[in-house]
């Protein structure tokens, strides 16, 4: 079992991390946030969030996968 470490700084770090693969992705499939929002079913915000870095739920990067086409540890791996 690995130790975590003194401070949470790591969660931002990989946070950051889905958020640049989703924005690669995306732009990677030549499509803008409102496509991948709507078809997400989800708000511009949240994408926005999401591709920032900042917390989201599962269940909204399943829906940005599936908008995506890919698999979530295609987006949660990147690093």
Do not use: C, F, K
């Given at each position: ?5 003194d401070?949470?700084?790591?969660i931002a770090?990989?946070r ?10 995306r ?10 929002w709507?078809c997400a079913?989800i708000?511009r915000?949240?994408?926005?969030r999401?591709?920032g ?7 909204t990067l ?8 890919v ?7 990147a690093?």
């Open positions: 079992m690995h130790a975590l470490p401070d949470d700084s790591w770090d990989h950051r991390a889905i958020g640049d693969a989703i924005r690669r992705e732009l990677h499939q030549n499509r803008t946030q409102d496509d991948v709507l079913g708000s915000y949240t994408l926005q999401a591709e870095g900042q917390d989201v739920t599962l269940s399943l829906r940005i996968a599936r908008a995506l086409n698999p979530l540890s295609h987006l949660v791996e690093e």
